[in-house]
């Protein structure tokens, strides 16, 4: 496994992380915490050091799940980051009109980082990331100023940002001003405009990136067809509503064709092809058993993807606006 340093907090992270939306076992179909368990551990054996959770994967159960795989396990503890989400009810991502101490008052913060502490069985969450934002919030970001007296009192130790789904650079303001260490941003083979401002910019403040989505909620593993279904509850039955499953593999088909033999596996190309770009810290892949944990790990250690292929791959950028608020 390669490791690459995470912005400004200088740690080691590996360039494949673990996503764990899935195992809060909600929004992705029924998991059970052995698979978890199992998944992290390989991961873990692997060399991973980066895992990637929030309060809002199963009320909790993702944190864990986590700590239940760590609390057995020796030698170096991973990094662990978690997201705090905006207090509900309320739009996700936050709209235009919503006030940033209605949806993070210092109470609510307070409260989701002790509850993360107490599942995470930990003293110190090493970082705390507000889970979703709003161009609206640039002036008066409140929620970074508590979590800075969290810092000062030893609760956390890095602080991030994650990017509304529709917005990759509402959160320009908070990078330039110097708030937030790192930022989640959904970066793949469709989704490439971090590349036009963030990317520069993180780089410029020595901000670590964290890449989401980088299999475009699986349509980039190559495994569905025209035909695949979902259980109900499951967030690809919005994603892939109407006619978008097959406008979808129709342009993987055309990555698969450009790709050729010199990447034969695409999942493999799509976490590489989020692995080039030089501000990128760490890409963390779902992961929800051992095979799929290996098959993520493996490119952190296989031939990274060459100039010429990134440079074809990037005509394959494909501007969908906000496809998460479904058909």
């Not at 991961?43 to 700590?67: H, M, P, Q």
């Not at 405009?193 to 020595?206: G, I």
């Amino acid at each position: 496994m390669r490791y690459r340093t995470f912005g400004r907090l200088g740690w080691q992270v590996s360039e494949i992380g673990c996503g764990t939306w899935a195992l809060g076992g909600s929004q992705w179909g029924g998991q059970k915490d052995e698979d978890s368990l199992a998944a992290l551990n390989r991961a873990l054996e692997l060399g991973c050091n980066f895992i990637d959770t929030a309060r809002a994967y199963g009320k909790g159960r993702s944190e864990r799940v986590i700590a239940q795989a760590l609390r057995s396990r020796g030698g170096d503890r991973p990094y662990v980051a978690t997201k705090i989400p905006p207090k509900m009810p309320g739009d996700w991502p936050p709209g235009p009109y919503d006030r940033v101490e209605d949806r993070f008052p210092e109470a609510h913060l307070r409260e989701q980082l002790e509850q993360s502490l107490r599942d995470l069985e930990t003293d110190c969450i090493d970082l705390v990331q507000i889970h979703t934002w709003t161009r609206r919030w640039n002036r008066d970001p409140l929620p970074f100023e508590v979590l800075r007296k969290a810092r000062e009192e030893g609760k956390l130790r890095g602080i991030g940002i994650c990017t509304p789904e529709h917005d990759q650079f509402a959160v320009m303001d908070l990078v330039r001003d110097g708030w937030v260490d790192s930022v989640q941003v959904i970066y793949n083979l469709f989704d490439q405009e971090a590349q036009a401002q963030l990317f520069p910019m993180a780089l410029e403040k020595n901000v670590g990136i964290i890449v989401r989505v980088p299999f475009d909620e699986s349509s980039l593993t190559g495994k569905l067809s025209r035909e695949t279904t979902w259980p109900d509850g499951d967030i690809r039955n919005s994603y892939f509503a109407g006619d978008r499953l097959e406008r979808t593999v129709r342009r993987v088909e055309a990555i698969r064709e450009a790709l050729g033999p010199d990447e034969p596996d695409l999942a493999a190309a799509a976490l590489k092809f989020c692995l080039k770009p030089q501000a990128v810290s760490t890409v963390i892949p779902g992961v929800r058993n051992p095979k799929q944990a290996e098959a993520n790990c493996r490119v952190g250690s296989s031939e990274p993807m060459s100039d010429q292929t990134e440079a074809a791959l990037r005509t394959h950028y494909w501007r969908r606006v906000f496809w998460y608020a479904g058909k």
